[in-house]
């Protein structure tokens, strides 16, 4: 079961960034219809480049962590951004699809919430998730994060095209972090 995987987790470094835009592409392009929402074809079409996480990994305000097996075989990742003294964002979070329910992901996410406060010092953390991928949102909501009320902005050129004729838009989540443990209300 891949929840009893052991893992090993690293920031990662510039030449991780391929490896990275590899895993995030896979995993968001994954079919699956619990985690990603009715919308196939946005997922079919997702596509990002290395220049993405490149970005974030020669930001000095923020990493990308990386989980491997013992092999160094890449099956996790997730971007944190320090945006200010009190707030980190989170995002990109990626399980190679073969692996994915079992575990993984949660544990990247506790990695990387345990990171962004240990390095940055930060209260909160903040994500966001599609609003058509409700079984997400919901995860999100089971590990501590609760919806802003806030909502950004979907990309939306060309949905039509793709079928999607409703509205697809991020949800803003946030989650207290810090002080004498995770979770602490501030």
């Known amino acids: 079961m891949a929840s009893t995987l052991p893992l090993h987790f690293k920031v990662a470094t510039p030449d991780d960034a391929a490896q990275i835009a ?6 968001f392009r994954h079919q699956d219809i619990k985690w990603t929402g009715p919308d196939i074809e946005l997922n079919r079409r997702f596509t990002t480049t290395p220049a993405q996480p490149l970005a974030i990994i020669t930001n000095p305000d923020a990493a990308f962590l990386m989980a491997t097996t013992a092999d160094g075989t890449l099956v996790g990742a997730m971007a944190a951004v320090k945006k200010t003294e009190q707030l980190a964002r989170l995002a ?3 399980v190679d699809p073969t692996l ?3 575990g993984i ?6 990695q990387t919430e345990e990171f ?13 998730a599609l609003n058509t991928r409700e079984l997400l949102v919901e995860w999100y909501e089971r590990r501590g994060y609760v919806r802003t009320g806030e909502r950004s ?3 939306a050129e060309g949905l039509r095209e793709l079928g999607i ?3 697809v838009f991020f949800v803003e989540m ?8 995770m979770g602490e209300k501030v």
């Open 105 to 110: 992901g949660r544990r990247v996410l506790a």
């Open 165 to 167: 004729v409703k509205e």
């Open 100 to 102: 994915q329910a079992g």
């Open 22 to 27: 590899k895993l995030v592409q896979s995993a």
């Open 174 to 181: 946030e989650k207290a972090v810090g002080g004498d443990g």
């Open 92 to 94: 990109m979070l990626a």
């Open 116 to 128: 962004a406060v240990e390095t940055w010092g930060v209260k909160k953390l903040g994500l966001n």
């Open 153 to 155: 902005e979907f990309p």
